[in-house]
């Protein structure tokens, strides 16, 4: 084995294809379907390649009981996001049924983004809490608001940091708050969206 170790490139790892789908089912998927992984996965490449760069590592070591240790976790943590990833049969996303719930996915983002709006948030993040691909979510949003996913968290940090600034707080802290940082760019599209630099509703609010 050890002779073998630089002509090692690769690492097989099956999953059979029931068992991903009762993972998502446990995920809270209803309904899953693995077609959905295609439009899933886009975004989260970066995750798995680090948990297979590692499977790699620890079973070119050959110390068998020392791996298993490692490798049982990542390959796990593999099936995890996938199966978090899975949603549900595209044929039940149809008419009616679809239409009903798009809100559900918009409330869920929102909801997400309220309680985590200081921190790095993607898309990605949104599908996870969502449980659905990243083309439905988007699809969901263009639908009840007419707006993608990312531009409506950028509106929503700009009203909350708009709020702090009012109630007193200065504009670098409230941006950090809000999960924005303090530039030019964010000054003017906050102008674009209020009519006003953060500044001036800085200097408006301390004149009253």
Excluded at 161 to 184: F, P, T, W, Y
């Amino acid at each position: 084995m050890l002779q073998q170790r630089s002509f090692f490139s690769g690492y097989i790892f099956h999953i059979k294809s029931e068992y991903l789908l009762s993972e998502s089912i446990k995920h809270g998927t209803q309904l899953p379907s693995l077609l959905t992984l295609h439009d899933a996965i886009p975004g989260h490449e970066q995750l798995v390649l680090a948990c297979a760069n590692q499977l790699l590592k620890f079973f070119a070591l050959g110390d068998e009981v020392g791996s298993l240790r490692v490798l049982q976790p990542l390959e796990e943590s593999i099936v995890s996001l996938l199966a978090t990833l899975i949603s549900v049969e595209p044929d039940v996303l149809v008419g009616g049924k679809q239409a009903q719930s798009q809100p559900s996915y918009v409330q869920i983002a929102l909801s997400y983004m309220e309680n985590n709006i200081s921190e790095n948030i993607t898309l990605s993040d949104l599908c996870i809490a969502c449980s659905v691909s990243g083309r439905t979510l988007q699809v969901a949003f263009q639908a009840v608001m007419s707006r993608t996913p990312l531009q409506v968290l950028q509106e929503l940090r700009l009203n909350r940091l708009r709020d702090k600034i009012i109630n007193g707080m200065d504009i670098s802290s409230a941006c950090e708050e809000v999960g924005l940082q303090h530039s030019g760019r964010i000054s003017a599209k906050y102008k674009q969206l209020f009519g006003e630099l953060p500044r001036n509703t800085r200097s408006r609010r301390t004149r009253s």
